[in-house]
């Protein structure tokens, strides 16, 4: 189970609202001075994220309450891989089928955008529906520390 920790920020129904800090692994990496995943983690410069979350498993939160929510790991691979993999596979193949029409560079090219776009087309209507899968969706697993008791008391 992959896990992060939030802060709940609002609460509507069953549904969870958290802001969780990116934690960035980079500042511990020796690696990090030549890595572009360091340089792309800057240049994408947002530092929190929102997330809804569905309650199912009926834990007491609260505004203000630090939280821990987990995801699968294979669920998560499965993302990655059809996220990143199949756009990539569908555009060497385009362009692989392009090259076989004749000996010019155009209809390769044409061929791997085709694909490229083809791959992102699927990955995206695929992975809508895994998103409404349960499987594939972050869970609340724990509160680790509750909130002020002013927040606690607002909410009561």
């Known amino acids: 189970m992959l896990e992060e920790s939030g802060l709940v920020v609002a609460i509507d129904g069953r549904d969870i609202w958290i802001t969780s800090s990116r934690t960035s692994s980079c ?26 979350i569905e309650n199912t498993a009926g834990v007491d939160v609260r ?9 699968n790991e294979g669920a998560f691979l499965k ?20 090259t076989l029409r004749s000996d010019s560079e155009l209809p390769a090219i044409l061929g791997a955008g085709i694909g490229l776009a083809a791959g992102l ?29 002013k927040n606690r008391n607002e909410q009561a």
């Open 63 to 71: 505004v203000g309450d630090r939280v821990v929510v987990g995801i």
């Open 27 to 52: 500042m511990s990496c020796s690696a990090s001075k030549g890595c572009g995943q360091k340089a792309l983690a800057e240049y994408a410069g947002k530092k929190a994220e929102d997330l809804c």
């Open 79 to 98: 993302a990655s891989l059809l996220l990143y993999t199949l756009p990539l596979l569908l555009l060497f193949a385009g362009g692989y089928l392009g």
């Open 121 to 149: 087309l699927i990955a995206r209507t695929l992975g809508q529906r895994l998103g409404r899968s349960c499987r594939y969706r972050p869970e609340l697993l724990k509160v680790i520390s509750q909130g002020t008791s």
